[in-house]
């Protein structure tokens, strides 16, 4: 679900490293 994480979150690299892990582990959490 990782590589698949990034797919979905096309914003998240925009982000902050920080913010970018927060959101990526709420939506992990929530499809996986």
Do not use: T
């Not at 902050?16 to 959101?23: D, I, N, S, V």
Request: glycine content about 12%; proline content about 6%.
């Amino acid at each position: 679900c990782g590589r698949d994480l990034l797919l979905q979150l096309p914003r998240g690299e925009a982000l902050q490293p920080g913010e970018r892990l927060a959101a990526a582990d709420g939506h992990v959490r929530h499809q996986c």
